[in-house]
């Protein structure tokens, strides 16, 4: 039997190698990097998932996912998305970061206080009506507010091009936050624990990210309302269109416990959740996929932007093909994971993973509006996508059930996405037809 030799293969993989485009490799070794990251990311939900949903009823877990949904749908509220301008001012050339990220970071605070006011001031029949008690949704706005500093923190480090920092510092916190949520759970079985346990992370977290900053120099303890100002310039046209975008990810979970309760919410929870597992190659590529983009175009020559249509038709046909795969391993991933009570729900993921592929097709072509500073379509494209999923599933879900909010969550994303590729187009134009 023939075997090769390992100098060999080395030699077959150098030449290999070196038919590859620069560019590419450079896309590809982050892109795996980030990939790898974040599947050690997912790690604590899987871990928390069949722990959480042995210890509490299906009930309660629907009201925690409640919770989780009222905090994302808070974010770009609260936040005033403040936290995302890092990633266009990064590249100014004015930028003094030391200034610009206390300045930030010590926004979220003031943020959390003014709008916790605001909420205090509405009636409480109005809270309830969301289907959770005002006390946990005034939780879900302090989470909200001090854990953007995560995200903000591990976007600068991503920025820098330093996907080894940006695993090490964001995997600490991952494993934090997977302490906090087994301690409390274990201590006493209760959705209010598992929140309790969240509010903790989200101090620490907001902590760490100043200590963390402070160590490499770029943190001076100082507000400076110019630099808020101008962050707010570009945040804010992006605040309609993140609303609107959680509204059409997460209006199911809301209108499912509306219309058959928390224990089918509890379900559809634990199936998603499961499912999600494919935006972890969507969102791992989108994390090296921006910065990437963004040099390239800066380049600002057609032969660059013809390259970049190329790489981003080769992404749109892997993130849609690892779709396909992904439907047909999740059954025997969800019977591992999941107990038997679940089962009969698996079919449910299917369209959701689907939905997922499509997102990250709209990561691919949603960042030149940015990049060309037009987020005004966003915020026009996210209220009718909102709009359409919000129609869906009133007529989908008594009709269907949770599957009902999985057809929604398809046709939803893939609505976002044929509309960003197409005012994409126009808000920064590229040779998307020249195939020669």
Same mark, same amino acid.
């Given at each position: 039997?023939?075997?090769?030799?390992?100098?060999?293969?080395?030699?077959?993989?150098?030449? *290999?190698?070196?038919?590859?485009?620069?560019?590419?490799?450079?896309?590809?070794?982050?892109?795996?990097?980030?990939?790898?990251?974040?599947?050690?990311?997912?790690?604590?939900?899987?871990?928390?998932?069949?722990?959480?949903? #042995?210890?509490?009823?299906?009930?309660?877990?629907?009201?925690?996912?409640?919770?989780?949904?009222?905090?994302?749908?808070?974010?770009?509220?609260?936040?005033?998305?403040?936290?995302?301008?890092?990633?266009?001012? *990064?590249?100014?050339?004015?930028?003094?970061?030391?200034?610009?990220?206390?300045?930030?970071?010590?926004?979220?605070?003031?943020?959390?206080?003014?709008?916790?006011?605001?909420?205090?001031?509405?009636?409480?029949?109005?809270?309830?009506?969301?289907?959770?008690?005002?006390?946990?949704?005034?939780?879900?706005?302090?989470?909200?507010?001090?854990?953007?500093?995560?995200?903000?923190?591990?976007?600068?480090? #991503?920025?820098?091009?330093?996907?080894?920092?940006?695993?090490?510092?964001?995997?600490?916190?991952?494993?934090?936050?997977?302490?906090?949520?087994?301690?409390?759970?274990?201590?006493?079985?209760?959705?209010?624990?598992?929140?309790?346990?969240?509010?903790?992370?989200?101090?620490?977290?907001?902590?760490?990210?100043?200590?963390?900053?402070?160590?490499?120099?770029?943190?001076? *303890?100082?507000?400076?309302?110019?630099?808020?100002?101008?962050?707010?310039?570009?945040?804010?046209?992006?605040?309609?269109?993140?609303?609107?975008?959680?509204?059409?990810?997460?209006?199911?979970? *809301?209108?499912?416990?509306?219309?058959?309760?928390?224990?089918?919410?509890?379900?559809?929870?634990?199936?998603?959740?499961?499912?999600?597992?494919?935006?972890?190659?969507?969102?791992?590529?989108?994390?090296?996929?921006?910065?990437?983009?963004?040099?390239?175009?800066?380049?600002?020559?057609?032969?660059?932007?013809?390259?970049?249509?190329?790489?981003?038709?080769?992404?749109?046909?892997?993130?849609?093909?690892?779709?396909?795969?992904?439907?047909?391993?999740?059954?025997?991933?969800?019977?591992?994971?999941?107990?038997?009570?679940?089962?009969?729900?698996?079919?449910?993921?299917?369209?959701?993973?689907?939905?997922?592929?499509?997102?990250?097709?709209?990561?691919?072509?949603?960042?030149?509006?940015?990049?060309?500073?037009?987020?005004?379509?966003?915020?026009?494209?996210?209220?009718?996508?909102?709009?359409?999923?919000?129609?869906?599933?009133?007529?989908?879900?008594?009709?269907?059930?949770?599957?009902?909010?999985?057809?929604?969550?398809?046709?939803?994303?893939?609505?976002?996405?044929?509309?960003?590729?197409?005012?994409?187009?126009?808000?920064?134009?590229?040779?998307?037809?020249?195939?020669?």
């Amino acid at each position: 039997m023939y075997s090769l030799h390992p100098i060999t293969i080395s030699r077959m993989l150098q030449k *290999f190698y070196k038919l590859i485009p620069t560019d590419y490799l450079v896309l590809i070794k982050e892109g795996g990097l980030y990939t790898f990251i974040n599947v050690l990311d997912r790690v604590v939900p899987f871990v928390l998932l069949p722990v959480i949903i #042995r210890l509490i009823s299906v009930e309660e877990f629907g009201i925690y996912s409640l919770f989780l949904t009222a905090e994302s749908l808070l974010v770009p509220i609260v936040t005033l998305n403040i936290y995302s301008s890092i990633s266009k001012q *990064f590249y100014d050339d004015d930028i003094y970061l030391p200034k610009y990220n206390s300045s930030i970071i010590f926004s979220l605070p003031f943020l959390f206080i003014l709008f916790g006011l605001i909420f205090l001031m509405i009636p409480d029949k109005l809270i309830t009506s969301s289907g959770l008690e005002s006390n946990i949704i005034l939780f879900a706005i302090f989470t909200a507010c001090f854990s953007s500093s995560l995200v903000y923190t591990s976007s600068l480090i #991503r920025l820098k091009r330093k996907p080894i920092a940006y695993g090490k510092y964001y995997l600490s916190q991952s494993s934090l936050l997977l302490v906090l949520l087994l301690l409390f759970v274990f201590i006493h079985p209760s959705y209010k624990m598992l929140i309790y346990a969240k509010s903790i992370y989200a101090i620490f977290v907001f902590a760490i990210s100043i200590i963390y900053l402070r160590t490499k120099h770029e943190f001076n *303890f100082g507000i400076d309302l110019s630099v808020i100002k101008k962050a707010l310039r570009l945040s804010l046209p992006t605040v309609i269109y993140s609303l609107s975008a959680f509204i059409f990810v997460m209006s199911d979970r *809301f209108l499912i416990n509306y219309f058959l309760g928390s224990k089918e919410l509890g379900h559809y929870a634990a199936i998603s959740q499961v499912a999600a597992v494919m935006s972890v190659i969507v969102g791992s590529f989108n994390v090296a996929w921006m910065p990437w983009l963004f040099e390239n175009l800066k380049k600002n020559d057609q032969r660059t932007n013809k390259f970049i249509v190329k790489t981003s038709y080769y992404l749109m046909a892997i993130v849609l093909l690892g779709g396909i795969i992904f439907c047909l391993l999740y059954p025997f991933i969800a019977k591992f994971i999941l107990i038997e009570s679940f089962f009969p729900y698996i079919s449910v993921a299917y369209p959701i993973i689907m939905g997922l592929a499509f997102q990250g097709i709209y990561l691919i072509v949603s960042p030149y509006t940015f990049y060309a500073g037009k987020t005004k379509y966003n915020a026009l494209i996210g209220i009718f996508v909102a709009l359409i999923n919000v129609g869906l599933n009133l007529y989908l879900i008594p009709k269907y059930g949770i599957w009902g909010a999985g057809y929604s969550y398809l046709a939803s994303w893939v609505s976002l996405s044929v509309l960003f590729f197409i005012f994409s187009k126009k808000a920064y134009p590229m040779p998307w037809f020249s195939f020669k």
